[in-house]
């Protein structure tokens, strides 16, 4: 059955996260990661098709989709009924950091240099609705939340990932119920390796007045909301 699902944010750590939950022996991804399907149009013949996918391995499956938490509550309240006591992870990482990640994507699949974009193109791309939605992590947790007890629901940072990779894994394993791994077996397996990593170009200086005035209120907000620290992303 489907069990859980990975529901963002992009660009803050999903695809590391996937890489390692399926090295685990009692997870499974049917249909590897992001599968799409219920951001996109779907009736109850595929649905049916969809969960038989998860129903037919003899594992704790799930799958990973960034896009999924910003999925409208109308169609979050579908998944619950299909699957009500889903687990549920989400990645959190500095917003204006995302944006930048997601716009240099966004560069690329343009086929465009670092140099042939200017301030503008990036600062459009900032303020584009997909961006500030992806970075709103404050609503997209409302919504799910609205839905799922918060308990289902587990948050993680993307600082973690840098700074104690074994520590988050074991927590995300307690999360779906599965053995804990020994944090020698988990950097064995390369948790502490970097995978699909942007190109790593920093930001422009001149795009930072940008990005606070997108996401200074809002990081505040979220800290707030999570009851947590957020300090740091602001003083970077």
């Avoid at 038989?52 to 579908?78: K, W």
């Avoid at 020698?184 to 795009?207: M, N, V």
């Amino acid at each position: 059955m489907l069990n859980f699902l990975g529901i963002g944010a992009q660009k803050a750590g999903t695809t590391w996260l996937y890489e390692q939950l399926h090295r685990h022996p009692q997870l499974a991804f049917p249909l590897g990661k992001e599968a799409h399907f219920w951001n996109r149009p779907h009736d109850a013949a595929a649905v049916a098709d969809y969960l038989g996918r998860f129903a037919s391995v003899d594992a704790v499956a799930g799958e990973i989709t960034p896009a999924y938490g910003m999925l409208p509550i109308e169609t979050i309240r579908e998944i619950h009924r299909h699957a009500p006591r889903l687990r549920l992870m989400y990645l959190i990482r500095n917003p204006m950091d995302r944006a930048w990640s997601s716009a240099l994507m966004a560069l690329q699949r343009a086929e465009m240099t670092l140099d042939e974009a200017s301030d503008a193109w990036f600062s459009d791309h900032f303020h584009s609705a997909g961006s500030r939605n992806r970075g709103d992590y404050q609503v997209c947790l409302q919504n799910w939340r609205a839905v799922f007890p918060s308990e289902q629901l587990l948050v993680l940072r993307f600082e973690q990932i840098v700074a104690e990779p074994e520590s988050l894994l074991n927590r995300c394993f307690q999360h779906l119920g599965v053995a804990r791994q020994p944090p020698e077996q988990l950097r064995q397996q390369g948790c502490r390796e970097r995978i699909f990593a942007g190109p790593g170009h920093p930001l422009r200086p001149s795009l930072k007045p940008v990005l606070r005035s997108l996401y200074q209120d809002k990081i505040q907000q979220l800290a707030q909301y999570l009851n947590t620290d957020l300090s740091a992303w602001l003083g970077s």
